[in-house]
């Protein structure tokens, strides 16, 4: 029979490890999570959320699937969505997509890999939606970097558009979305320029985060 008792032994390790700093820590996350923020973001194992943000178990929602892409018509996602907005009650969902995103590459080239291709079918919409921006890229790399920053925007717009979003927006539940970007190569997230908490914000959000061309933009840290 296959354990994986190496994963089993070094779990044990970190709980061990996390009881000798605060020996309360899982006696106290038993009664409840209270995290503040939803994170939807890639699959890919170099991009794991709570590591990136330094946030300890209870302190992140999480949400993963190849290229970060919200459905209007994703249960799965739409579930998590809901029960973040209306029952934990977080104040901010961010959307984080990485750079060299492979799920991205693949719509980006048009690669036939299985029944994945029907998922980045979504990201494809998104390459045909910016066709034009696109194209004034001819480096592949950059073109494939800025389908990544693109897919987000778009991705953060599908977020907003959720039924979810926007009857909280509509009661005056404070709720806001954010586009982030997340670079393998260093380690650091960059805010995209995207944040709405209402219906006006996402749209002027919209076109400043078009707007900006990635050579140009002085990263915010
Ligand atoms: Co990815």
Not at 161 to 185: D, K, L, P
Not at 199 to 212: C, D, G, H, T, V
Request: one cysteine or more.
């Amino acid at each position: 029979m296959k354990t994986l008792q190496q994963l089993i032994n070094s779990n044990r390790q970190w709980a061990q490890w996390i009881s000798a700093r605060d020996p309360d820590f899982f006696e106290k996350l038993l009664h409840q999570q209270n995290p503040r923020y939803l994170w939807i973001g890639c699959s890919d194992s170099r991009v794991p959320a709570n590591e990136i943000v330094g946030l300890m178990p209870g302190e992140l929602f999480v949400h993963r699937n190849v290229a970060n892409v919200v459905v209007h018509t994703d249960l799965n996602c739409l579930s998590v969505i809901q029960y973040a907005v209306d029952v934990l009650k977080v104040s901010d969902i961010i959307v984080v997509g990485h750079y060299r995103c492979g799920g991205v590459e693949s719509a980006l080239k048009r690669e036939k890999l299985g029944l994945i291709d029907n998922w980045l079918r979504h990201v494809q919409d998104v390459m045909e939606k910016h066709k034009a921006r696109l194209a004034e890229i001819e480096e592949m790399t950059e073109k494939w970097d800025r389908l990544c920053e693109l897919n987000v925007v778009e991705q953060v717009v599908n977020v907003c558009q959720t039924t979810v979003v926007q009857e909280a927006w509509e009661r005056g539940q404070e709720v806001a979305v954010h586009g982030w970007i997340y670079g393998i190569n260093d380690g650091l997230v960059h805010d995209l320029g995207f944040s709405a908490t209402n219906q006006e914000e996402m749209s002027a959000a919209y076109r400043n985060a078009l707007n900006r061309d990635r050579h140009k933009v002085i990263w915010e840290t």
